[in-house]
C-alpha cells in the first residue's frame, strides 16, 4: 500500500484512557489508513512510504484538544503562533470567557481588547469573521464559539440593563446564524462586562437557542471566589441555567479562586456530581497551575463602576481623586481577595513595558504609593492590563484534576517566543499546560496516570465538542498526532513562562508533519473546523 506517512515503533496511546500498545501508523492525506500492532518488519513492508518517522519506542497519542482557549485574533498577526502546537496541541476551541472574534464594531471593540493583540479586524459579522479565520494561514486547527459578551456588546453596548426584546431577538437570530454556520456553541463570561448585566432569563433564552441545535453552553463563571455571589452560589447558578435550557454546559477554568474559598472543591464537585446523576450533560476544564491569569480592571473595580462606560471614559473618570477615595477599600480588599499585593505580577501593560514580570507590590514600593494606588496609576493609563495572580490551592487544583469529567485546557493563546506576540511576562499556561500535566502530575508526582491524562487532553474534549474524527487514534480518524518522550518532558515556568517545552518530538497536524525532532517546520496545516 503506498501512503505518505509511516510511523513504527511507537508506543500508543489511543486515548480512550486504555493501556498504550506497541504499533504504528499509516496515513494517507489527512487520514490514518492503517493500525500495525506489534512491531514486526514484516508487517511493514506492506506499506510503500513517501516518508518513515521512527518513534523508537516513544509515546503516540492523539494531537492534544485545547477547549478553552483566546486564540480569536493571533494569526492574523503572526501564522506563525506555535506555543501550543510545540505542547502537541491540535485543535484549539475560540470564543471562550464571552469573548469571541465576532460580531465586531465599534461598541464591542473595547470589550474584545484585551485579546486582540493590537489587531483591528476588518470584519464585522460571524460570516465574515469565518471567512477570514478560514483564507489566515495558521498552526492548529480552530473551531469557534460564539461570546455572549461579544455578541452583548455588539447589540447593546456596554450598557448595565435588562436587554428589550428587541435585542434579544436580534441576540437571538445571530447566534442562531452562528451556530447554522458551524459554530460550536456559545461561551459566557459572567464575571466581565457586559455578560454580567445579563438577567438570567437573557442567559436561558440564548442557552435555549444552543440546544436546539446541540451546542455547547461554556461559561467562565460569575465566581469564583467571593467578589459578588460566591464560587458555590456561581456554580449554582450556571447550573440552574444549563438545567433550565436543556444544554449541554462546560464550566472553564475550575478553580477555587483566593484563600477566602479554599478548600471548597469537594463541594462544587458534589453539586456537579449531583446536576449530571440528574441529567445535566455537565462537564469542566481546568489548566494546571497554582497561579491564574486575570484582567486587571475586571478583578478589581465594581462591576457598577464599568457598567455604560469605554474604557476612555473608565480611565478618565478613575483620575478623579475623589473617585479613587470612594473605590479605594473596594479595590484593596479584592487585592487582598487575591492573596495580597505581593501575589499580582503584571503580565501584559502597553503602557510601560518595564512593569511586566513585576508584583504590584514592588510597584507600589518603588512609587511609595499603597498598592491600591498604584494600580489606579496604572489603570488611568491603560485600563486593558493583565496579570498573573498566585491565588490557587493545590488540594483544590488536584481535587478537580482528578474527577473524571474535568479535561485539560490553558485558557491561553497561541504566542510566539519572538515578532510581534512575544511582547509581556506571559503566564506559562500559553507555552506549557499540557507538558505541565505530563511532566508535573504524570511523570513526577503521579496524580494521573498517562492514559487517563491523555484521555482528557483528546477524546474527552472531543466527545464534548462534537469533533468528529478526532481525539482518538483508530482507522479512518483525522491524523493529529504527537509522539512525546515522557522522561524528557521539560514545560515554561513562571521565571521562564515563553520558552517551548522540551519532549515534544513530532507533533502532525491533518497529516502533515508541524514539528519534527523538537523543531518547528515552518509549516501551517491548521484548518477551520466546522460542525
Same mark, same amino acid.
Given at each position: 500500500?503506498?501512503?505518505?506517512?509511516?510511523?513504527?515503533?511507537?508506543?500508543?496511546?489511543?486515548?480512550?484512557?486504555?493501556?498504550?500498545?506497541?504499533?504504528?501508523?499509516?496515513?494517507?492525506?489527512?487520514?490514518?489508513?492503517?493500525?500495525?500492532?506489534?512491531?514486526?518488519?514484516?508487517?511493514?513492508?506492506?506499506?510503500?512510504?513517501?516518508?518513515?518517522?521512527?518513534?523508537?519506542?516513544?509515546?503516540?497519542?492523539?494531537?492534544?484538544?485545547?477547549?478553552?482557549?483566546?486564540?480569536?485574533?493571533?494569526?492574523?498577526?503572526?501564522?506563525?503562533?506555535?506555543?501550543?502546537?510545540?505542547?502537541?496541541?491540535?485543535?484549539?476551541?475560540?470564543?471562550?470567557?464571552?469573548?469571541?472574534?465576532?460580531?465586531?464594531?465599534?461598541?464591542?471593540?473595547?470589550?474584545?481588547?484585551?485579546?486582540?493583540?493590537?489587531?483591528?479586524?476588518?470584519?464585522?459579522?460571524?460570516?465574515?469573521?469565518?471567512?477570514?479565520?478560514?483564507? &489566515?494561514?495558521? /498552526?492548529?486547527?480552530?473551531? %469557534?464559539? @460564539?461570546?455572549? !459578551?461579544? +455578541?452583548? =456588546?455588539?447589540?447593546?453596548?456596554?450598557?448595565?440593563?435588562?436587554?428589550?426584546?428587541?435585542?434579544?431577538?436580534?441576540?437571538?437570530?445571530?447566534?442562531?446564524?452562528?451556530?447554522?454556520?458551524?459554530?460550536?456553541?456559545?461561551?459566557?463570561?459572567?464575571?466581565?462586562?457586559?455578560?454580567?448585566?445579563?438577567?438570567?432569563?437573557?442567559?436561558?433564552?440564548?442557552?435555549?437557542?444552543?440546544?436546539?441545535?446541540?451546542?455547547?453552553?461554556?461559561?467562565?463563571?460569575?465566581?469564583?471566589?467571593?467578589?459578588?455571589?460566591?464560587?458555590?452560589?456561581?456554580?449554582?447558578?450556571?447550573?440552574?441555567?444549563?438545567?433550565?435550557?436543556?444544554?449541554?454546559?462546560?464550566?472553564?477554568?475550575?478553580?477555587?479562586?483566593?484563600?477566602?474559598?479554599?478548600?471548597?472543591?469537594?463541594?462544587?464537585?458534589?453539586?456537579?456530581?449531583?446536576?449530571?446523576?440528574?441529567? &445535566?450533560?455537565? /462537564?469542566?476544564?481546568?489548566? %494546571?497551575? @497554582?497561579?491564574? !491569569?486575570? +484582567?486587571? =480592571?475586571?478583578?478589581?473595580?465594581?462591576?457598577?463602576?464599568?457598567?455604560?462606560?469605554?474604557?476612555?471614559?473608565?480611565?478618565?473618570?478613575?483620575?478623579?481623586?475623589?473617585?479613587?477615595?470612594?473605590?479605594?477599600?473596594?479595590?484593596?480588599?479584592?487585592?487582598?481577595?487575591?492573596?495580597?499585593?505581593?501575589?499580582?505580577?503584571?503580565?501584559?501593560?502597553?503602557?510601560?513595558?518595564?512593569?511586566?514580570?513585576?508584583?504590584?507590590?514592588?510597584?507600589?514600593?518603588?512609587?511609595?504609593?499603597?498598592?491600591?494606588?498604584?494600580?489606579?496609576?496604572?489603570?488611568?493609563?491603560?485600563?486593558?492590563?493583565?496579570?498573573?495572580?498566585?491565588?490557587?490551592?493545590?488540594?483544590?487544583?488536584?481535587?478537580?484534576?482528578?474527577?473524571?469529567?474535568?479535561?485539560?485546557?490553558?485558557?491561553?493563546?497561541?504566542?510566539?517566543?519572538?515578532?510581534?506576540?512575544?511582547?509581556?511576562?506571559?503566564?506559562?499556561?500559553?507555552?506549557?499546560?499540557?507538558?505541565?500535566?505530563?511532566?508535573?502530575?504524570?511523570?513526577?508526582?503521579?496524580?494521573?496516570?498517562?492514559?487517563?491524562?491523555?484521555?482528557?487532553?483528546?477524546?474527552?474534549?472531543?466527545?464534548?465538542?462534537?469533533?468528529?474524527?478526532?481525539?482518538?487514534?483508530?482507522?479512518?480518524?483525522?491524523?493529529?498526532?504527537?509522539?512525546?518522550?515522557?522522561?524528557?518532558?521539560?514545560?515554561?515556568?513562571?521565571?521562564?513562562?515563553?520558552?517551548?517545552?522540551?519532549?515534544?518530538?513530532?507533533?502532525?497536524?491533518?497529516?502533515?508533519?508541524?514539528?519534527?525532532?523538537?523543531?518547528?517546520?515552518?509549516?501551517?496545516?491548521?484548518?477551520?473546523?466546522?460542525?
Amino acid at each position: 500500500m503506498k501512503v505518505d506517512l509511516l510511523i513504527k515503533n511507537a508506543k500508543i496511546i489511543d486515548g480512550t484512557s486504555n493501556p498504550w500498545y506497541y504499533g504504528g501508523l499509516a496515513i494517507k492525506d489527512d487520514k490514518i489508513v492503517s493500525i500495525i500492532r506489534g512491531d514486526s518488519p514484516e508487517k511493514l513492508k506492506n506499506y510503500e512510504a513517501l516518508k518513515t518517522i521512527d518513534a523508537q519506542n516513544k509515546f503516540l497519542s492523539p494531537g492534544f484538544i485545547d477547549v478553552h482557549s483566546h486564540s480569536d485574533f493571533v494569526f492574523f498577526l503572526d501564522s506563525d503562533a506555535q506555543s501550543k502546537l510545540r505542547q502537541g496541541v491540535t485543535t484549539e476551541v475560540i470564543g471562550n470567557c464571552g469573548i469571541s472574534g465576532a460580531p465586531y464594531n465599534e461598541l464591542s471593540a473595547d470589550q474584545v481588547k484585551s485579546f486582540s493583540y493590537g489587531y483591528h479586524p476588518t470584519w464585522e459579522s460571524v460570516g465574515q469573521f469565518l471567512t477570514a479565520l478560514k483564507n &489566515v494561514d495558521k /498552526t492548529v486547527n480552530l473551531t %469557534p464559539l @460564539l461570546g455572549h !459578551g461579544t +455578541l452583548r =456588546a455588539y447589540v447593546m453596548g456596554m450598557e448595565n440593563r435588562v436587554a428589550t426584546a428587541a435585542e434579544l431577538a436580534q441576540m437571538k437570530k445571530i447566534l442562531a446564524q452562528a451556530l447554522e454556520s458551524g459554530y460550536r456553541g456559545m461561551s459566557t463570561g459572567l464575571y466581565f462586562s457586559p455578560g454580567n448585566f445579563a438577567a438570567q432569563s437573557e442567559l436561558i433564552a440564548l442557552a435555549e437557542v444552543i440546544s436546539s441545535k446541540n451546542g455547547v453552553l461554556t461559561s467562565h463563571i460569575r465566581d469564583e471566589g467571593v467578589k459578588s455571589i460566591g464560587f458555590i452560589g456561581a456554580v449554582k447558578e450556571i447550573i440552574n441555567i444549563a438545567e433550565k435550557a436543556k444544554v449541554s454546559l462546560e464550566i472553564s477554568h475550575l478553580k477555587a479562586f483566593g484563600p477566602d474559598v479554599w478548600g471548597s472543591s469537594r463541594q462544587v464537585l458534589d453539586l456537579i456530581e449531583k446536576a449530571r446523576m440528574r441529567g &445535566v450533560e455537565l /462537564t469542566a476544564d481546568q489548566y %494546571p497551575y @497554582l497561579a491564574t !491569569g486575570g +484582567l486587571m =480592571a475586571s478583578d478589581v473595580l465594581p462591576n457598577e463602576f464599568l457598567s455604560n462606560k469605554s474604557n476612555q471614559e473608565a480611565m478618565d473618570e478613575l483620575k478623579d481623586k475623589k473617585v479613587q477615595s470612594e473605590l479605594r477599600d473596594t479595590v484593596a480588599l479584592n487585592i487582598r481577595r487575591r492573596g495580597g499585593a505581593e501575589n499580582q505580577i503584571i503580565a501584559n501593560y502597553p503602557a510601560d513595558h518595564s512593569l511586566e514580570g513585576r508584583t504590584l507590590k514592588e510597584i507600589a514600593a518603588n512609587w511609595k504609593l499603597e498598592p491600591a494606588d498604584a494600580l489606579f496609576k496604572m489603570l488611568t493609563e491603560y485600563l486593558a492590563g493583565d496579570w498573573i495572580s498566585r491565588a490557587l490551592n493545590e488540594e483544590d487544583v488536584l481535587n478537580f484534576m482528578q474527577y473524571y469529567a474535568v479535561m485539560i485546557s490553558s485558557d491561553g493563546v497561541s504566542l510566539s517566543n519572538s515578532g510581534v506576540l512575544a511582547s509581556g511576562n506571559p503566564h506559562p499556561r500559553n507555552y506549557g499546560s499540557y507538558t505541565e500535566v505530563l511532566s508535573n502530575y504524570v511523570r513526577d508526582k503521579k496524580i494521573l496516570n498517562l492514559e487517563e491524562a491523555i484521555r482528557k487532553m483528546t477524546s474527552l474534549p472531543a466527545q464534548k465538542f462534537n469533533l468528529k474524527n478526532r481525539g482518538i487514534i483508530d482507522q479512518n480518524k483525522v491524523a493529529d498526532l504527537v509522539i512525546f518522550d515522557l522522561e524528557q518532558i521539560k514545560s515554561a515556568t513562571f521565571t521562564r513562562p515563553d520558552l517551548y517545552p522540551e519532549g515534544i518530538l513530532t507533533v502532525i497536524v491533518n497529516g502533515k508533519i508541524a514539528v519534527l525532532d523538537g523543531k518547528y517546520q515552518q509549516l501551517r496545516a491548521g484548518k477551520i473546523i466546522l460542525s
